[in-house]
């Protein structure tokens, strides 16, 4: 079964940084692909970034050159590196990966940029 247990969120000020961890139940090899999604209140949940299985990169515009994913596979662990944030940033983060064909998601995790 997969489980992917998020961390990191919290409340932090404009130009701040913070790192979300998503810790997966299989190693990362097994994911076709993994990434992170976010969704603010009243919106619909949109992508920010994700990496592939041979380790290609993509991020929405609006976080390009702040966000930077990464993974850690001795750990079994996906990231995202937030620089530079903004109140525009707030949003519930989640982290996705896809296996045999199925989607699985973390819990969410709350981020809060606020002054």
């Known amino acids: 079964q997969v489980q992917l247990v998020e961390s990191g969120g919290g409340l932090v000020q404009p130009g701040g940084s913070l790192r979300l961890s998503c810790a997966a139940s299989?190693?990362?090899?097994?994911?076709?692909?993994m990434g992170w999604y976010r969704q603010a209140p009243g919106k619909q949940r949109e992508l920010v970034a994700q990496?592939?299985?041979?380790?290609?990169?993509n991020y929405a515009d609006s976080v390009k050159g702040r966000f930077t994913i990464s993974r850690d596979s001795a750990k079994s662990t996906m990231y995202l590196q937030m620089n530079s944030l903004e109140p525009e940033d707030t949003a519930v983060y989640y982290c996705?990966?896809?296996?045999?064909?199925?989607?699985?998601w973390g819990q969410g995790n709350q981020v809060t940029v606020s002054s």
């Open positions: 990496i592939t299985l041979g380790g290609s990169t």
């Open positions: 996705n990966a896809k296996y045999r064909g199925a989607y699985y």
């Open positions: 299989l190693s990362l090899y097994r994911f076709d692909n």
